[in-house]
């Protein structure tokens, strides 16, 4: 038996120089990175070695020489739909700095006030903004302000400028505002596919100044949901972190905002037309498939598969949304009872998924699943036709509507074009569509439970859309 010797000299030298040796080759072709992190890639065979620049993970603050603050860019505007760059803010007052003012929008149809909506001269009034709310500045002016550097927000923020009045409902959030913010932001990827594939950067975070942490979901909690599954990794911030923000008394600066303001959307044409916001950002360009990036991750969490859901190939799917439990905005009972009849009649004939619902009375996956699904969505104005909006668009898509007679709002009907789709609104057995559509009105009985609907003439109606192909 041989005992263990301690290695020689010689050894020992050997055994450091071929450590060494490994350590070289497994750094041959590879890149260094310096403290300037620029990234020198020397698998590249030319004579002069790549430089890449790599993304910040740590930025906190930018600062200026003097004479080169950076200037605000208006990316695009339409009434209370802005998307800005190097947008700063100072104790909670918005500041675009340019050197060409006369080239920003009126401030009247960017921001307000924050206050709630109502009619009268006094209340518009209230709701015009004035330097504490957004100032437009020179940079020199800027300079003394700010100093020679400002506090850094990268990515995407979304600011929605609004009260809570409208916010806390499903439909105002997710057929109008979120609705509106994403065509708005969508305008800047004309190639979005009908599969929802974007080059867009994902939203990173929502500023609401003028609405606190229980004052932006829906009794529903529909509006969280949409949200999260939008845009898992987003954060939020209400009006006490606007307020700690400008306690700290310095300059931030974000990269890009779309900022949203519903009174000052209110000034576009398209709002006088329909009476909804989100129809004002319509006239910016963009794709035909626009929301279906939204759809896409909505569905998704549902563990549905964007790709095949709605599709022509499916069997039709009829969805009848029941009121007639709410107590307001119902049905005849006895009209309501033939509807399902004819209903059921098409689904016995013809072989289409026909379902009654109470959507109160489903989770809130199962609405979402239940509209990414179906083929033909129907019944009175009412927050459930919300659900409109996961429909998959489609030369069969359409959405049935029934009103009191001589009764007409814009909210579904604008909302289910804006996706490509076609809306009938229902008087009985009368029924109209784009473009001769009525006035909206609002006449004595609208919000009764005597709406009157002639269920076989929807029935027909309901056949003739779904034996179009094309």
Known sequence: MHSLSS????????????FVALLWFSTAGSGVQHSDDTYID???????PRPITLAEHWRTRITWSKGFIP??????????????????????????????????????????TGLEIHNGKEAVDSRTPGDREMRVVSPNQAESLFGSSAESIDGVTWIVNDPPQFITHYYHWSAELFFGFWRTYSSMDPAIDDMGNSAL?????????????DHWRDYSRMNQWVLRSAFPSLTTEYSADWQDRAAVGRPIMLDRVIFTDRAAAM?????????????????????????????????????????TVGDMAQTPVITYISRQEWGRRMLIQEDHERLVEELYKLRDEHGYEVNIVSMDKL????????????????????NGLTSLVWMRPSPRATVMEFFFPGGFAYDYEYTTRALGMVHYGFWDNEYF??????AMAYPEGFQGTSIPIDGAVVARLCHERLQRLT
Do not use: K
């Open 7 to 18: 290695p020689t000299r010689r050894e020992a030298f050997l055994i450091v120089l071929v």
């Open 42 to 48: 020397n698998s590249n065979t030319t004579s002069n």
């Open 71 to 112: 200037n605000t860019r208006v990316a695009s505007h339409v009434p209370g739909w802005t998307i800005l760059d190097n947008l700063f803010v100072l104790n909670g007052t918005v500041f675009v700095v340019t050197d060409y003012p006369d080239s920003i929008p009126d401030l009247i149809t960017i921001t307000s």
């Open 201 to 213: 950067p994902a939203l990173r975070r929502i500023f609401f100044p003028h609405a606190d942490a």
């Open 267 to 307: 000034h576009g044409t398209s709002f006088q037309n329909t009476g909804r916001t989100a129809s004002v950002p319509s006239t910016l360009p963009g794709s035909a498939h626009w929301w279906s990036t939204m759809r896409a991750s909505v569905i998704r969490v549902c563990g549905l598969d964007a790709n």
């Open 363 to 382: 989770t809130r996956a199962e609405q979402i699943t239940l509209a990414a699904r179906t083929t033909i969505m129907m019944g009175v104005h009412g």
């Open 433 to 438: 569509t784009n473009p001769d559509t009525p």
